[in-house]
Each structure stands twice: as structure tokens, then as C-alpha cells.
């Protein structure tokens, strides 16, 4: 009796351990390769990890805020009083619900880590590293081929085509050619996750082991990064590196200098825009014309921020304020790449806060931000240099990639922070079994 008792016991627990750890080998390798399906698979990480929690009842533990929590609620319910006066109402209400959903869902699984059995966990995060690096593999076979897979699945799957794909050459109805930047989201997924799977590798491996397989990780993101055309991902991965080889020699005081920086770029980024502007570095050759074409939207956005100085135009209203005409109706002075208008996003997160949220929200993003960074001084000190490093990188690619409110980032940019809690949590367990 007490040996088929043993049984019933070991079967679940060993089929939960294989589905979380196939779970966590599953989805870096999905959400590289698809980045648009990173609000599938951050619920089902999350929620892997919140259940063995609630079922041994200590449900309780998960709902204790702590200042960031606190501070994070305030920006999301900011967003829903702000979408009230935003050009779409109902999109930027969304908006705020997805922000408050993600807030809410990564603290309750961050206190939940701590509670899932240490060989789970253990289990968890070698397969996250083993599945970041097949992300890596998958992309760099791609970047070499053209976006061979892309191409085939995209013309074997008729519903996925599209007559006039951005960035996409099309011939008798299928797709010959690809641009390589349609790879910059998943070049982007894959520098999000590359700093918890070294933390993951470094808390999982021992010995020479560890040294090769971190090694060949972060050559061959490396490698990816530079082979794509997304430039803000290889920004974020030099700053990134820079602060990692610091953050183990000034640890306390590079988090707290993360703090004043994100701080500061909200206080710089219009003086900023403006020099650059009138520096004329939109007009020189030397730098790249998606760069060029930056500084004219982000002066001209810079412009529109003293329209609304308070309150903002309305949460992800620069898509909507954008008619598909203002580009025809745009000045466009002799030599500028682009006209003298919007874009469909500001391309700075800082910059987008000031034009929609105004400074009210501002303030609110920039403490919100402010104590997330100081929250990684509560981390094992062997996980601070990666911690600090994935802050800059998502930093980084904030201040020159993508809009803010574009689902897939703001999963994306939550499942990283899911993954480096699951490492860290590893490294305090090796501190205090």
C-alpha cells in the first residue's frame, strides 16, 4: 500500500516537471521564430509556475506588494484614466488592461518561483538555455539563407501570405525574396533572452562545462545580432556587455546609477532630439537613413509634445493621429529623407511617454522604472550583472526600436524578466539551501 501510495505521488510530479520543463524549452524557441505569439506563451510560463504555489496553499505569500508592484499599478492606471482623452479610446484602454495584466501576472509568478521544488527549477532553466540557443541557431540559418524557413512556411500556408508584405518581393504569388529586417523582432526576442539564459547556464553548469556552453551562447547571439539589420539589438547587446564587465567590479553602484539613468533619459530626450536636429545629423550621409529618418520624427514629435505638456495626446494615439495621407501632405524640405511629421510610433519609448501621456505620466513611468531598477539590489549578488545588463539592453533597444505599446514587446520584454527571476531564484538556493 505505502509503495503504490509512493507511486501515485511520483507520476504527477514527474509528468509536471517534464511539461514545465518542456514549457521553458518550447517557448524561447517559439517566440524567436514568432514573436507575435510571445501573449500565448508568457500566460502559460507564468501560470506553470504559479500553481505548484497555490496547490500547496500558500497562496497567500503570492499577493504581499512590494514597491515596484505599487509603483508599476500606478502607470498602468494612469494608462486607463488616460485613455478617456486618447484619439482611440478603446485600443488605449486595451492597452492599459494588457499593461495592468502583465504587472499583476509577472510579480504574483515572481513570488511564486521560491515555492517551485529546486529540481523543477533546475529542470526549468537548463531547458530555457538549451531552447535560447536553438532560437540562436534558427536565426543565424536564416539570416545566412534569406529567411529560408520564413519564406517556405509564408508560401506553403496561404492564409499567412499577404499580396503586399512590407519588406517582401513577390512573384506569380509567392514570395522570392525577404528583407532581413523582417527578422528585427525576432533578433529582438532573442537579445531579450540571452542574459537570463547565461544566468541560467551559469546557476545550472559547473566546471568547464559552464565556460563552453556560455561561450558558445553568447557567440552566436552575438553572431545573429551583427548578421541582422537590426541595429538597436546590437546598441543594446555593446551597453549591455559594458555594464555586465562592470556591474562585477561596481555592482551597488551601477544599479543605482541604472536608476538615475532611466531617470535622466526622460529628462534629456527632448534637449536631446533637438540638438541632434539642429545639428543637422539628419542630413549626414554617414549615418544610416532609418537613423536620419529617426532624428526628423523624433524632433518633429518633440515639437508636438508642447501641445499637450500635461496630460498628453492619449495612450497610443501616434498610430491613430498618423493618417494614411500625412506623408503625402508632410513638408518634405529638399535633402530630408523623410517628412516633417510623425511616425506610426515615436521610436523612443521616452520620447512616446512625454507625446501620449504627457508629464504627469512621465513622472509616473520614470519612478516605476526607477524601482524595478533598484529591486534588482535584492537579488543574489552572482545575478546583479546580468540583471543590470538585461535592464540597459531593454533600455537600449527602448530609447531607438519599436513603438511602446506593440503586444509582442511588452510580452516579451515580461517573459525575459520571468526567466531571469527563475535563474536568480537558483543562484539564492545554492546561498541558503
Given at each position: 500500500m505505502s509503495v503504490s501510495a509512493d507511486v501515485e505521488v511520483y507520476r504527477p510530479y514527474t509528468f509536471g516537471s517534464a511539461l514545465i520543463s518542456a514549457l521553458f524549452f518550447i517557448t524561447p524557441v517559439v517566440t524567436t521564430a514568432v514573436p507575435r505569439v510571445t501573449w500565448l506563451f508568457f500566460p502559460l510560463i507564468a501560470f506553470s509556475l504559479i500553481l505548484p504555489a497555490v496547490r500547496r496553499g500558500e497562496w497567500h505569500q503570492l499577493i504581499q506588494p512590494n514597491s515596484a508592484l505599487i509603483a508599476c499599478s500606478l502607470v498602468a492606471g494612469y494608462i486607463l484614466l488616460n485613455a478617456t482623452?486618447?484619439?482611440?479610446?478603446?485600443t488605449a484602454f486595451g492597452k492599459g488592461l494588457l499593461l495592468l495584466?502583465?504587472?499583476?501576472?509577472?510579480?504574483?509568478?515572481?513570488?511564486?518561483?521560491?515555492?517551485?521544488?529546486?529540481?523543477?527549477?533546475?529542470?526549468?532553466a537548463v531547458a530555457f538555455a538549451f531552447g535560447t540557443f536553438v532560437a540562436a541557431l534558427f536565426l543565424t540559418f536564416e539570416l545566412l539563407t534569406g529567411g529560408a524557413i520564413t519564406r517556405l512556411v509564408l508560401n506553403s500556408v496561404e492564409l499567412l501570405q499577404r499580396p503586399h508584405v512590407k519588406h517582401a518581393h513577390m512573384s506569380?504569388?509567392?514570395?522570392?525574396?525577404?528583407?532581413?529586417?523582417?527578422?528585427?523582432?525576432?533578433?529582438?526576442?532573442?537579445?531579450?533572452?540571452?542574459?537570463?539564459?547565461?544566468?541560467?547556464?551559469?546557476?545550472?553548469?559547473?566546471g568547464i562545462r559552464r565556460?563552453?556552453?556560455?561561450?558558445?551562447?553568447?557567440?552566436?547571439?552575438?553572431?545573429?545580432?551583427f548578421l541582422s539589420e537590426h541595429q538597436s539589438s546590437q546598441v543594446a547587446l555593446l551597453v549591455s556587455l559594458t555594464v555586465f564587465c562592470a556591474a562585477s567590479l561596481w555592482r551597488k553602484t551601477l544599479i543605482n546609477s541604472l536608476a538615475v539613468m532611466w531617470c535622466l533619459a526622460f529628462v534629456l530626450v527632448l534637449p536631446t532630439d533637438f540638438l541632434a536636429y539642429k545639428a543637422d545629423l539628419h542630413m549626414a550621409e554617414w549615418l544610416p537613413k532609418s537613423f536620419r529618418a529617426r532624428i526628423i520624427i523624433w524632433e518633429y514629435t518633440a515639437e508636438r509634445v508642447f501641445d499637450h505638456p500635461w496630460l498628453g495626446v492619449g495612450a497610443d494615439s501616434t498610430r491613430v493621429l498618423k493618417e494614411p495621407n500625412t506623408l503625402e501632405m508632410a513638408e518634405r524640405p529638399q535633402g530630408f529623407i523623410y517628412p516633417r511629421t510623425i511616425g506610426w510610433h515615436a521610436h523612443d519609448l521616452f520620447l512616446q511617454s512625454w507625446f501620449e501621456l504627457g508629464f504627469i505620466g512621465v513622472i509616473l513611468?520614470?519612478?516605476?522604472?526607477?524601482?524595478?531598477?533598484?529591486?534588482?539590489?535584492?537579488?543574489?549578488?552572482?545575478?546583479?550583472?546580468?540583471?543590470?545588463?538585461?535592464?540597459?539592453?531593454?533600455?537600449?533597444?527602448?530609447?531607438?526600436?519599436?513603438?511602446?505599446?506593440?503586444?509582442?514587446?511588452?510580452?516579451?520584454?515580461?517573459?525575459?524578466?520571468?526567466?531571469?527571476l527563475v535563474a536568480a531564484n537558483l543562484c539564492a538556493r545554492e546561498r541558503h539551501p
Amino acid at each position: 500500500m505505502s509503495v503504490s501510495a509512493d507511486v501515485e505521488v511520483y507520476r504527477p510530479y514527474t509528468f509536471g516537471s517534464a511539461l514545465i520543463s518542456a514549457l521553458f524549452f518550447i517557448t524561447p524557441v517559439v517566440t524567436t521564430a514568432v514573436p507575435r505569439v510571445t501573449w500565448l506563451f508568457f500566460p502559460l510560463i507564468a501560470f506553470s509556475l504559479i500553481l505548484p504555489a497555490v496547490r500547496r496553499g500558500e497562496w497567500h505569500q503570492l499577493i504581499q506588494p512590494n514597491s515596484a508592484l505599487i509603483a508599476c499599478s500606478l502607470v498602468a492606471g494612469y494608462i486607463l484614466l488616460n485613455a478617456t482623452w486618447a484619439a482611440d479610446s478603446g485600443t488605449a484602454f486595451g492597452k492599459g488592461l494588457l499593461l495592468l495584466a502583465l504587472i499583476l501576472i509577472s510579480f504574483v509568478a515572481s513570488r511564486a518561483i521560491p515555492q517551485v521544488d529546486e529540481q523543477q527549477l533546475r529542470n526549468a532553466a537548463v531547458a530555457f538555455a538549451f531552447g535560447t540557443f536553438v532560437a540562436a541557431l534558427f536565426l543565424t540559418f536564416e539570416l545566412l539563407t534569406g529567411g529560408a524557413i520564413t519564406r517556405l512556411v509564408l508560401n506553403s500556408v496561404e492564409l499567412l501570405q499577404r499580396p503586399h508584405v512590407k519588406h517582401a518581393h513577390m512573384s506569380n504569388g509567392e514570395i522570392i525574396d525577404l528583407s532581413m529586417s523582417m527578422l528585427n523582432r525576432n533578433v529582438n526576442i532573442l537579445t531579450f533572452n540571452m542574459w537570463p539564459a547565461l544566468l541560467a547556464i551559469k546557476t545550472t553548469f559547473y566546471g568547464i562545462r559552464r565556460t563552453v556552453f556560455a561561450g558558445i551562447l553568447l557567440a552566436t547571439v552575438t553572431l545573429v545580432v551583427f548578421l541582422s539589420e537590426h541595429q538597436s539589438s546590437q546598441v543594446a547587446l555593446l551597453v549591455s556587455l559594458t555594464v555586465f564587465c562592470a556591474a562585477s567590479l561596481w555592482r551597488k553602484t551601477l544599479i543605482n546609477s541604472l536608476a538615475v539613468m532611466w531617470c535622466l533619459a526622460f529628462v534629456l530626450v527632448l534637449p536631446t532630439d533637438f540638438l541632434a536636429y539642429k545639428a543637422d545629423l539628419h542630413m549626414a550621409e554617414w549615418l544610416p537613413k532609418s537613423f536620419r529618418a529617426r532624428i526628423i520624427i523624433w524632433e518633429y514629435t518633440a515639437e508636438r509634445v508642447f501641445d499637450h505638456p500635461w496630460l498628453g495626446v492619449g495612450a497610443d494615439s501616434t498610430r491613430v493621429l498618423k493618417e494614411p495621407n500625412t506623408l503625402e501632405m508632410a513638408e518634405r524640405p529638399q535633402g530630408f529623407i523623410y517628412p516633417r511629421t510623425i511616425g506610426w510610433h515615436a521610436h523612443d519609448l521616452f520620447l512616446q511617454s512625454w507625446f501620449e501621456l504627457g508629464f504627469i505620466g512621465v513622472i509616473l513611468v520614470a519612478f516605476a522604472g526607477a524601482m524595478v531598477a533598484l529591486r534588482m539590489s535584492f537579488l543574489p549578488i552572482e545575478a546583479q550583472p546580468f540583471a543590470a545588463s538585461s535592464f540597459i539592453a531593454f533600455m537600449a533597444i527602448a530609447s531607438f526600436g519599436w513603438g511602446m505599446w506593440q503586444t509582442w514587446l511588452l510580452c516579451g520584454a515580461a517573459l525575459s524578466l520571468i526567466f531571469l527571476l527563475v535563474a536568480a531564484n537558483l543562484c539564492a538556493r545554492e546561498r541558503h539551501p
